[in-house]
T-cell receptor, first 114, second 113 residues
């Protein structure tokens, strides 16, 4: 069974600083990997996804993530954060296209300070 | 195109009662998945419906059940509510086989007292 670990429960970053959110996954084959963002009281919005090919994936809102098979990681990065990036971020892994079930990590809450 | 609509947005139930949550899928989508998100946790897969049949289930007891209708909308029913059922319930619609193209609704916040 697949699993996802997000080691950082809460991260605080100054506006304009760079950001990296960590994600480690466990799955026997090539996983499908996702990053979602959730604002308070809202559903989940997809930032980016990795299925195959180029291991550096570009997403919306200036985010990118890099798939590293050797480290079982899929870390999310942004070169310069904005106050509007404050939210909860979830990494998720999907096993196959059969029932397209996602397994989520416990999330990282991002706080932006001026 | 319309997004995913969930109703109600909030509700409070008493332990032992039954509850029905509703989800209208996005236009063009034929699959609905339900997730439970407890406070401070990531969403957990409850089950998925495709062509009005259950197409995969997570580690949830049988008192969690669902339906999908011909218009692809869906219901989640929970019987014999327990305090631990308090959570945000998220519905996501997608088109099966198109690579996890989920669109999530804003969720229903259920509080069991």
């Amino acid at each position: 069974a697949q699993s996802v670990t997000q080691p950082d429960i809460h991260i605080t970053v100054s506006e304009g600083a760079s950001l990296e959110l960590r994600c480690n996954y466990s799955y026997g084959a090539t996983p499908y990997l996702f990053w979602y963002v959730q604002s308070p009281g809202q559903g989940l919005q997809l930032l980016l996804k990795y299925f195959s090919g180029d291991t550096l994936v570009q997403g919306i809102k200036g985010f990118e993530a890099e798939f590293k098979r050797s480290q079982s990681s899929f870390n999310l990065r942004k070169p310069s954060v904005h106050w509007s990036d404050a939210a909860e971020y979830f990494c998720a892994v999907g096993a196959d296209f059969g029932n397209e079930k996602l397994t989520f990590g416990t999330g990282t809450r991002l706080t932006i300070i001026p | 195109e319309t997004g995913v609509t969930q109703s109600p947005t909030h509700l409070i139930k008493t332990r032992g009662q039954q509850v029905t949550l509703r989800c209208s899928s996005q236009s063009g989508h034929n699959t609905v998945s339900w997730y439970q998100q407890a406070l401070g946790q990531g969403p957990q897969f409850i089950f998925q419906y495709y062509r009005e049949e259950e197409n995969g289930r997570g580690n949830f007891p049988p008192r969690f059940s669902g339906l999908q209708f011909p218009n692809y909308s869906s219901e989640l029913n929970v019987n014999a509510l327990e305090l631990d059922d308090s959570a945000l319930y998220l519905c996501a619609s997608s088109s099966k086989g198109r690579g996890y193209g989920y669109t999530f609704g804003s969720g229903t916040r259920l509080t069991v007292v």
